[in-house]
């Protein structure tokens, strides 16, 4: 299964056009908009609730069925535009919701994270007003999800300056596609 982040928010998204040409081929993706979704940063009563679930190793608990559904995808894509330098902050709070102890993520008697999810690919699809910078958006969403939750390899689809005056963003969006079909 692949499992679709669509971070995307504004109708007519740039970001979401691209994310559904890199789909469009696959088989079986289960999309999940996460402005839809109503999740929520994690509270302390959310906290409490969790680290209870963990001590008492109830890992199927239902507050736990989305980090399931994460461990057990084949692939993972992430549309998310750039915004403010990073990505919509429902990306964090998703992760902030899926990133569970004994499910997606471990420690090592030597306190090193290792991961535990079944996907070897993440393919991370944004587009950016200016230049896109990757520091605080795909760099660190690789870094997390290859070291924390083990994923092996991650690839960076991006359609840039497309505010620009002067720039042709329906040739920049058309370019990024046949880039990204080879
Ligand atoms: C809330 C918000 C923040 C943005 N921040 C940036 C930014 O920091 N740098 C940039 O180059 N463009 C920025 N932009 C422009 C978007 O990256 C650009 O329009 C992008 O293509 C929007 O993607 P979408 O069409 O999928 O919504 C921002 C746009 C919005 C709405």
């Not at 040409?21 to 079986?28: P, V």
């Not at 004994?102 to 420690?107: E, L, P, Q, T």
């Not at 990757?134 to 300056?161: C, H, Q, W």
């Amino acid at each position: 299964m692949v499992l679709h982040l669509d971070c995307t928010v504004r109708e007519g998204s740039r970001t979401r056009q691209l994310a559904q040409a890199y789909l469009k081929d696959k088989q079986q993706v289960t999309h999940l908009d996460l402005i839809d979704l109503d999740i929520k940063p994690l509270t302390r009563e959310m906290l409490d609730k969790r680290t209870y679930l963990l001590e008492h190793g109830m890992l199927q608990d239902p507050m736990f069925d989305m980090a399931r559904q994460f461990a057990s995808a084949d692939e993972i894509v992430i549309s998310a535009p750039f915004w403010d330098g990073s990505f919509p902050s429902v990306l964090k709070v998703y992760i902030e919701n899926i990133y569970v102890i004994g499910i997606v993520s471990d420690y090592t008697p030597e306190g090193a994270p290792y991961g535990l999810c079944k996907a070897d690919k993440l393919t991370y699809i944004t587009t950016a007003g200016g230049k896109y910078i990757p520091d605080f958006s795909y760099d660190y969403i690789r870094t997390v999800f290859e070291n924390n939750f083990g994923i092996k390899e991650s690839r960076l689809i991006k359609a840039e300056m497309l505010d620009i005056e002067g720039f042709d963003c329906e040739a920049i969006l058309s370019e990024t596609i046949s880039r990204m079909q080879n």
